[in-house]
């Protein structure tokens, strides 16, 4: 079972459920189940298999396409590659499990859900500029039409506002790689071969700003980041997931393993902008998500700040800062995932509020006390205490930063605060208010489901496995991170 | 060269003016005899299987590397015929429809006459004949504009004949400055003339030619026809003059262009500008972008929208152009049959929502999904392929004019037409607005009644074919890119 059979497994699961007949439409989950689940164990396997003989070649998969453009068909996965495609399947199966009440359209819903994850999982493996750029481009259609479809609040106007940022970050993306391109001769669009060629340095002074906030912008940078909090809350449970969980963290790699390699003097110039572009972004995220009632806005605004730390880490330059934004981009994948799935599908599909002074008055640690349990694990991974994986990772960041940016560790450490606050804010107004003597008892609510008691446990496991024994993603991590694509990125290796 | 060589060369001609006067005959005949219009399915019948045979002759006549300038069958002439007649082939599928039109006989009759122009343009090299061969589709479409009989088909017929008509006579006026510049009569000769000096007198003439081509392409500001010609006319006419006519105008320009007056092209690139046609191509280019991408966010109209994006799209093919490179030129001749499969299908739904509704507003397609999957989804293929979104093949399309652009102009630490791709790459993505707005109706939005489309069969293949197409092509892209690369690289080579 090798790495490609992740985007296969989700490719072929996608046309599966577009050409189940009509009454057989419930089966499309099935269908879907199976294929993120196929995509996730070959993943895991090649992981293993990874750890298991480090020095092993990379699997790897390279073949002509559009010979005279110099685009081809390479796929590659070492471990940091192959630690985020664990990453997505892990999401997408939780994703089909948190999905599997969608009663209209399933074929649809379920066939576009695993298109995306068939590009995302194209992009971490793609060795070619132009290939992932089309990976990275295959997921925009059918994000705005599973939020415009199955959304919730202003789900048009979010669906739109989340595509046209998405867009329009393509098209500096498009320049910036045309740039790259045509400097290097035109006859490649190998991502190793152009990060090879050493263009003029006034060339690389406006080339990289331009392919970096492409990148940057899905990553959820401020002040580009406000299409992501409503965006999300528009989307439907599996795609808000999907999109703070795995989609944001397709521009964290573009801007890790494209921009910063191809440009690598042009990031040495405006490193310290991105590093106080990334703090702003923490601190802001932190404190707006102080303010919101809606509690898929508190995640919202909460993935914007924790998406500040992985740009912080690529912005340190030092292995321990681009180790700990890869870690950030896995552990916030999976709890921002764990996060949404609870207050989009457990909560709001049986109370159909999120507003956290509504919610008072359901009592959920007594009525849900399960999703109370869950969410209570959930707010103590986001906010960073150990034993979760958000401690690993932003551990490794701050140590990255102190070594390039030491007078940036005490805002962040704000911003570690702050996010403690709105988290536990966050999570006492809504699981657990005070109520007062006179108040209506609160109704009873449907049991946790078995789909939902899985997809909660799988994602729990692999935040609380991060955070107790991570060395095997470090492994991982840093096999990936001495490719010579980093080498010249990094200040202190 | 003799005549039966001659006459062996314009093979694909002939068979169209043949099969052109038979439908005449034909429609006449049944007319007189029965008292009834000649029936449609059987007049598409007629032209199609006429175009069907052309291409047939098209891959049979022998290359005759050394013809005559005034009938040449070089590579890309060749490519370029082969792409028209497909593109015709389309158009003419797409069946005019029996309360519109009350003459099918003479409408696809004239389809096959102006296909006949476009065909004798994309193979010449001698002014003269250009002029006559383009004028010959000109009169063609400008009565194709008008023949269904309403009040809005006469004012874009109209609109179109004045506008066209000034648009020959700086032609002609053009054409002529160049001769007595060049005292040569074709391309080759004139570019003979101007390696051995460059004088005022040329260039003027070449800036006339660039508005007469620019008015031909749709491209800003020689644009304003074109909303009121898609609007107006009956869709088969538009289908024609979106597709097939930009096919054979592209390709004429980039004869004229690259071929004719390769050595005065200028530069376009950032810091480093000078005059010459890559700098008028640059600006025409980035002005038929903006004005194109801004207007059509504005329509309620399909049919005006499609009218702005060709403007647009015209925009992104001179892009490729202007840089002057085999590579780009070459990318561009990819997207202007990709863009035409594209809008060739877009404008059939148009038509078919339209049949149903009665009204080509974006609203008209709500619900589409309920009432005929298959369309919508064609309708999907169609929208993201304009927006240039992947896997279609517009995205390939587009991606390969910005990048081999970029690498023809690109110099050291210049920025070469990074301003010009920036430009063209944002009001790309602006444009996946309207077109989103269009796929929001069809697929996000409900409508009250239920019913399901039916479609003619040639609706459906005219339909079908572009959205199999695009897929395919956008998977694999080298299917046409490599033999378009062998045209140019051939056809360039003798510069």
Redesign the interface.
Known sequence: MTPAWTILSAFAGALLVLLLPARLAGASRLVALIASILGAVAAGVACLERLAHPDAAVWESNREWIPSLGARLHFAADGLSLALLFLTGVVAIAGVLFSWNVNTRPRAFFALFMTIIGGVYGVFMSRDAFLLFVCYEIVILPKYLLIAIWGSTRREYGAMKLTMYSIGASALILVGLAVAYAAAGGTSFEIAYLASVKYPLALQAWAFPILFLGFAVLAGMWPFHTWAPTGHVAAPTAASMLLAGVVMKLGAFGALCVAMPLFPQGFEQWSTSIALLAVIGILYGALTALAQQDLKFVIGYSSVSHMGFILLGMAAATHWGLRGAVLQMISHGVIAGLLFGIAGRVVYERTHTRDLNELKAFDLWKTLPGAALAFTLATAASMGLPGFSGFVAEISVAIGLWQTYPWLVPPVALGIVITGAFSLRAMHKAFFPERNVGDAPPPTLPPLTGSEKSAIALLLAVSISIGIYPKPWVSLIDEGLRSPLFQSILAHP | MNVSALFMQLLPEAVLVITALVLLGVAVATERKTGRSFSVGSATGIAASGILLALLALGRVPSETAGSSLVLLDSMARLGKGVVLALGLLAVLLPPGQKEIREPGEVLALMLFALTGLLLATGTNHLLFLFVALELASLSLYLLAGFSRSARAAEASLKYFLFGGVSAAFLLFGLSWIYGFSHAATLTDVALALKSGVSPLAMAGLVMVLVALGFKLAAAPFHYWAPDVYQGAPATSVALVSAASKAAGLVVLIRFLQIGFAAVDGSAAWGSMSAGWSLWLAVLAAVSILFGNVLALAQSSVRRLLAYSAVANTGYLLVGICANAP?ST?AALFYVVVYGLATLGALSLTASVERHQGNDSPQAFAGLVHHSPLQAVAL?IFM?SL?G???FAG??GK??I???A?????R??G??I?WL??LA??M???S??YY?CI??EA??KESAEVRSDRLSPGHALAIGIPAVALVVLGLF??LL??PI?RAVAESLAAR
Do not use: N, Q, R, W
Not at chain 2, 406 to 410: D, P
């Open positions: 590579a070459g999907l993201a927006a979104i992947p896997p995205f390939v991606f390969a910005f990048s081999t970029m690498a023809g102009t690109i050291g630490e920025s070469g990074t791709v920036g790459s944002v790309s993505a602006v996946l607005y989103l796929l929001k697929f996000v892209p080298s890119l490599d690369a």
